[in-house]
């Protein structure tokens, strides 16, 4: 368990947002994928990573009430599409401010928070989570 625990905390792209770029048509995804949907096969072996700033604006949320177990003690919380200035449109939740403060166009930044939590392994999940600009 100690190896595939170290091995997964230590990819590349697990404390960061990194997409990749399709050096074809210049489109930026996130996550990362090996061919562009676009170009297809003109884009094999012409993707490259490419670090996501992480600023960006909400395009669209909406406040969830009812949630799922494991964010009962989240609720309410909003979960918002977001238009990075790379151009990906991803899902994400907006943290540290209250649902009256947020709009469509609020000026997003992404951070490294706590996702979730492993039963009695208490294995942490980190990833990405948006904040007010």
């Not at 909400?58 to 309410?76: D, G, N, W, Y």
């Amino acid at each position: 368990m100690g190896e595939l625990s170290r091995m997964w905390r230590e990819m590349p792209s697990r404390y960061r947002m990194q997409g990749d770029r399709c050096g074809n048509c210049d489109q930026v995804y996130f996550p990362p994928r090996e061919i562009c949907p676009v170009c297809h096969r003109d884009s094999i072996g012409k993707m490259k990573d490419v670090d996501i700033d992480g600023a960006g604006e909400i395009l669209s949320f909406t406040v969830v009430h009812e949630a799922p177990p494991a964010f009962l003690r989240q609720k309410p919380y909003i979960i918002a599409l977001v238009k990075l200035k790379e151009g990906p449109v991803i899902t994400g939740q907006i943290v540290d401010t209250v649902p009256e403060e947020i709009d469509i166009g609020t000026k997003v930044r992404s951070v490294f928070r706590k996702i979730s939590e492993d039963g009695k392994s208490g294995v942490i999940h980190y990833g990405y989570k948006f904040v007010p600009e």
